[in-house]
């Protein structure tokens, strides 16, 4: 599958060093411009760059599989998200690309836990929200030979529950109650 991975970061290496396991995968910072997209599109930037992107490329990515990992924090202050409590970052990039299929995955998890496939002795759990079952598949698909664990979280409605979720522990993380390499686990 042909994946185009917005971001070079940390989380967009990790996130791409489990889609290159049998994918082809292009990165390009938000600056970039891109040629081709791939079939699946990973939003791994900071959450106020999904505006720009979207605005600049909103034809192009018309039809395609589009990820937001975004957590819509006010980095100033730590203490509150920045979208209204009834929607979530998600649901505004949706809005933005009417033609697109919007996903919220990867948000509720760290890059060194995506890196080594392990939150403690669980196995990374990716929580995947959105109103695509199909567009679910795909991304589901492009992680299969990917040591991650990928889970239905349900409609696109529910990134604001996964949004606050990854908001928490980010903060846990700061505050250094729970390591960058921790984070929530999920038993079966």
Known sequence: MEITIFGKGNMA???GHNLEMGND????GSHDTVQQF???VIMAVPYPALAKITQQYQQELSGKVVVDITNPLNFDTWDELVVPADSSAAQQLQADL???KVLKAFNTNFAATLMSG???NNVTTVLVAGDDQDAKNVLKDALSKSPLKVMDAGKLSRA???E?????QMTLA?????GWDGGFGINE
Do not use: C
Request: net charge positive; no cysteine; glycine share 10%.
């Open 13 to 15: 290496k990790a996130i």
């Open 25 to 28: 995968v292009s990165y390009y």
């Open 98 to 100: 009417p033609n697109s």
């Open 174 to 178: 700061a505050s250094k109650q729970i």
């Open 164 to 168: 606050a979720v990854g908001f928490m």
């Open 38 to 40: 791939g079939d699946l």
């Open 160 to 162: 604001r529950e996964l």
């Open 118 to 120: 392990k939150v403690g």
